[in-house]
């Protein structure tokens, strides 16, 4: 009986075409990669461009999408699971409130940093303009309690990611192209201007 099951559930897992793959989380899906690739380096070269093509599909107004949903994705219960006393001492409801939507922007800038280090420049820019577009579209901090405690934080926010692209890129201090500026963040010109001019 447990050989019958074993291999039903064999099958299961074989079966479907794929259906084990198909259910691995990210990392162990990069597992499997990386061990196929071991077993099977004449497969590097595709799989390099396969990798190159899907981090070339940037779009800024999709991650300016996912940037204003992080941001906004934060309600009172999380301030409060943040604020106030705890084992290390008292936190202030607006240093809680920069502390979660930092958190929610930073892995947006880590993206941002990883393709300028890939050479991916334009991909880089283009998510530089999505974070700061996501940023503005949150600025005025009427979509979200959170925002009302830490009503600077998207100007700041969107300074910082402008300045780690423009200082990170190998082209020396870089500034976005103006009609984008104009068109979709126009209060933010100093997005225009390279990275340390007056804002």
Not at 38 to 47: D, G, I, N, S
Not at 72 to 99: C, I, K, M, T
Not at 163 to 188: C, M, N, T, Y
Request: some cysteine; hydrophobic content about 35%; glycine content about 8%.
């Amino acid at each position: 009986m447990s050989k019958k099951r074993t291999k039903l559930q064999s099958r299961e897992l074989q079966g479907g075409r794929g259906s084990v793959i198909e259910r691995l989380d990210s990392a162990e899906a990069a597992s499997v990669l990386r061990c196929l690739l071991r077993r099977h380096p004449e497969l590097r070269p595709e799989t390099e461009t396969i990798a190159t093509d899907l981090l070339c599909d940037v779009s800024p107004f999709s991650v300016a999408d996912e940037v204003e949903n992080a941001v906004l994705q934060f309600d009172y219960d999380d301030l409060n699971a943040r604020a106030g006393r705890h084992s290390l001492g008292y936190v202030e409801p607006g240093e809680a409130a920069w502390e979660l939507l930092e958190e929610a922007v930073e892995p947006f800038v880590d993206d941002m940093k990883r393709y300028l280090e890939l050479g991916l420049e334009k991909q880089a820019q283009e998510l530089c303009q999505g974070i700061l577009l996501g940023l503005y579209r949150v600025r005025d901090g009427n979509q979200n309690d959170i925002l009302g405690w830490a009503s600077d934080f998207p100007g700041e926010a969107a300074g910082h990611a402008f300045e780690v692209w423009s200082e990170a890129s190998p082209k020396g201090r870089q500034q976005l192209p103006p009609d984008f500026v104009a068109e979709h963040i126009p209060e933010w010109k100093w997005a225009a201007k390279p990275s340390g001019a007056s804002r």
